[in-house]
């Protein structure tokens, strides 16, 4: 009995260089995407892919090494030519042409990145979770609370050491600072052009008092970037956000500001602060981590304490957001 016509044991040169990745962008290729996934839905179509990602291999060969019907097996190469996993190509036979199935990628992402939406700005942002600090000190009035109230005690430093801090959606003191420390996620090979943290704020007061300034001030790195006055500690309404289990008569809700890093300086809402410290002078490469740290210094002009808002309370619903511009 004669032996079926050998296969070819490499990947067909025109097939090679089309079909090096297959990049499936959630934005461009719904259709696709569909049927990849119900290619690969199949553990025969997966097994069959196993086979032939080193060699090419004919309909009838596949059909035996899997012990499944010729039949299947041309419905199953059917779905993954579809999905483009799969090229099949015409052989010589012993009678007549063979099908040949070779592997049609080398490689299967799927991005979740809308590279049409996010290439106008080339961003990236990170929400840190206010009581998600790495350092701290805190002087009464100080405290935390989240969606069920005041979290461990009132006007009590060591609250701040609690492990129920990481629900912290409000956070307050007199004197001190806190620090965030946020993965430097940098990418060394693009151009950066900003790099800014925001948060909404506001002053600390008995109660609360809608004209009390504090001078906040915020560090990147080590490096102060400059100095924020609030002007006040608001509570005559509701924060949008905020439950109804904290009562009125405290802080409710602070005001949006932004620190920036630009090539040319440090910026708090746009106006320049500090030119000294830029994105080239601020050790952004040195380390696995960007410091922000967010201080009431002891000398300043208006010691009116801080309260800091988390996505639940206040009226944004959002952290501390780092965004990093390229």
Known sequence: MKKEASVPKTLPEKSLEKNIELNLSVAGHRELIAAAGKALSSTVRIDILNLIKTKPLSLQEISRILKIPLSSTAMHIRCLEDARLIITESQPGIRGSMRVCTCGFLSLHLEAYDKETDAVDNSFVYDMP????????AYPTCGLAGTEGIIDSFDNPVS??????????LIWFSRGFVEYRY??????????????FT?????????????????ITFLINGHEAGTYTSPGDF?????????D???????QYGLMVTVSLKPDGSYINGSLTNPDVTLKTAGLYDQAY???EIRLKPDAVHPGGINIFG????DYPQGICMRIVY
Do not use: C
């Open 130 to 137: 206010v009581g998600s600090y790495y350092d701290f000190e």
């Open 160 to 169: 701040f050491y609690s492990a129920e801090r990481q629900n912290a959606q």
């Open 183 to 196: 993965p430097n996620k940098i990418n060394k090979l693009l151009t950066l052009q900003e790099l800014s």
């Open 199 to 215: 948060l909404e704020t506001g002053s600390e007061a008995p109660g609360y008092r809608e004209s009390w300034p504090s001078d």
């Open 235 to 243: 509570g005559m309404r509701r924060g949008r956000l905020t439950p």
């Open 245 to 251: 289990i904290w009562p009125i008569g405290r802080s």
């Open 290 to 292: 960007i410091s922000f």
């Open 311 to 314: 996505e639940k309370y206040g």
